[in-house]
Structures are given as C-alpha cells and as structure tokens.
C-alpha cells in the first residue's frame, strides 16, 4: 500500500468522522439569540416568535439578548467575535445588508464575519402617522408634506437602515421634505410617534400592526408590491399615490464565521421546520412575514445581492456616510 493511499484513508475516515460529529451535534447549553435592537420592535418581536419554538427542536433553551445600539452594530460585533460552537446567534433584519453602504468602518464585515444560517421569512413595513396627522391617505400625507417643506419628521430605527432608507426612498419618489430623527429600535420610535414627537414612521408590521388596530396609529401605506395579509385593508405605497415604490424586507439566523458548516446545517434544518409549521406561518404571518426558509447559500446570496443594491440606492439618494 502506497503513501498516498494511506493519507487519503486517513482524509476519508477523518471526514466520516467530522460529519458524523456534525450529525450528531446539539446545544450543551441554552443558546443565546442577540437581538441588535431594543425590546418593542419588529426585529425583537420576530426574534421571540422563533425562539419561543425553537427550543422544541433544539433541545435547549434559547435565551433573547437584547444588545441594540449604533444602529445595531452593537449586537452584531458581539455575534461577529462570539465562539463560534452554536451557542451564540443573530437575528438580523434587511437592514444588514444596507449598514455597509452607510457606514465609513465597520468593527466587522458583513459577509465574511458571520455563517449565514437561513432566512426566517419576508416582510412588508407600513407607513404609519399619528392619528392628529392631517392626512388619512399617502396622497394626502404627500400633499401635506408638500405644503409644509421640511416640517414634518419621521423616525427611522437607525441611520441607513431599511427604515430609514424607505423613507428616503420614498422622499425621492414622492418629492418631498421630511426630517429624518433616528431612534435606537422600533419600540422607542412608536412610543414617541404615539406621543405625537414624531409624524410618521415606517415601521415593521410585526410591531406596528397592534398600535394600527388599537387605533393608536393611523396605516398610510404598506412598502411592498403587494398588500400583506397581515393587513390587508391597507394598500400599496404604489397603488396609494407614490408610483413605483417597493421595499421588502426580510429577518434571518446568522452564526459567528468559523461555526462548523455541520452546526449551521443543523440549526438551519430545525429553524427550517419551526418557520413552516402552520401554527407559526399563522404567527408569522400576523406579524407581517410572509414565512420563507432558505438554504444558508440561498440566505449568503440574498445578502450579497441587497448590498449591492442598497449601495447603488444609497449613492442616488446622496444620503450621508457615517
């Protein structure tokens, strides 16, 4: 028997080996999801539908950690230099993969720092105002808008976010001016909103949709091509007055980069089964998501596309890097 022949057994049985640990991978311990958001908003919101379920496949708890700040850059770091041994994961909004075009330096890279697990679902934002809003439809807000140049304001959970970029976006298309108040998360930015602090907010359906029905916010307008079933009475921004707007946004699982491509297929497998259970497409889905579950390469390329395209938006709108 040759050398050569001897190695490659040795490689043979040593990846029979590694994917048999892998197979039989599970938590020691709870496994902690960093939220990069305050309590309240939509990410939040999402992030405990999963890990309220997530366990029963699991076999351990999974405890929400709620780190936001620095529009979510805070969290994120910590995720980005966790051990990676599956114990430590990251529920990201669509904003992830906006944070790049926005930010001069960023303490992580995107793509390179994290092991994409898969995507949770997709999701619409809403265009919601305070009820003493003078406007009860988008055309109505635009026209309000346009009649006071600069004086209305709208929150966004973070500059260059997804709801601060759907703003912007739609301040382009509609041809208005509006001041842009960044907020730490979405629970602070509707608490003021419902104060009356602030006229208008794009915000998650997951964390907007209970304030809309209580009657303590007015829906305007929902951001994508076509109304959500979580609300289905409001229309599109398009079809309301704002021809061609469309913003979607979508919430996934990412792991630290050097987690074991066995544990993120296994996390990815039983997160895959939690999202397309019929109890929670139905909890999902009154929170706005639309339930989707990917490959984590499906859920890499989802994101490598939108940084692309988020750069190419951002450069036109000619907003500001931080």
């Not at 080996?17 to 311990?29: D, F, L």
Request: with cysteine.
């Amino acid at each position: 028997m040759g050398r050569s022949t001897i190695v490659t057994g040795f490689a043979v049985l040593a990846f029979m080996a590694c994917t048999t640990a892998g197979a039989q991978w599970g938590p020691s311990r709870p496994v902690r999801m960093i939220v990069p958001f305050p309590p309240g908003g939509a990410v939040d919101v999402i992030g405990r539908i999963v890990a309220s379920r997530l366990p029963e496949r699991l076999g351990q708890q999974v405890v929400v950690d709620n780190r936001g700040g620095a529009n979510a850059i805070i969290g994120t770091e910590i995720t980005a230099r966790a051990a990676p041994d599956g114990h430590t994961i990251l529920i990201v909004p669509a904003g992830h993969a906006i944070t790049p075009s926005v930010t001069r330096k960023l303490p992580y890279d995107t793509l390179k720092d994290f092991a994409a697990i898969g995507l949770i679902g997709n999701g619409a934002y809403v265009l919601v105002v305070n009820p003493g809003v003078p406007a009860k439809s988008v055309s109505e807000f635009v026209a309000l808008a346009k009649s006071r140049p600069g004086q209305l304001n709208y929150a966004s959970t973070g500059h260059g976010n997804a709801t601060h970029l759907a703003a912007e976006l739609f301040k382009v298309l509609a041809g208005i001016d509006m001041v842009g108040v960044n907020y730490k998360g979405g629970g602070p930015a509707l608490t003021d909103l419902i104060g009356g602090q602030i006229s208008a907010f794009f915000s998650g359906v997951a964390s907007g949709s209970a304030q809309i029905k209580a009657g303590k916010l007015r829906a305007l307008g929902v951001t994508t091509a076509r109304r959500t079933a979580a609300l289905p009475e409001v229309p599109t921004i398009a079809e309301a007055g704002v021809p061609g707007y469309e913003v979607d946004g979508w919430y996934g699982l990412l792991a630290p980069a050097a987690t074991a491509p066995a544990i993120v297929r296994r996390i990815n497998s039983d997160l895959s089964v939690v999202v397309a259970a019929p109890e929670m497409k139905d909890r999902l889905l009154a929170a706005g998501i639309d339930a989707r579950p990917s490959t984590p390469g499906e859920f890499h390329e989802r994101i490598a596309r939108d940084i692309t395209r988020w750069s190419e938006v951002v450069k036109k709108a000619r907003i500001a890097i931080e």
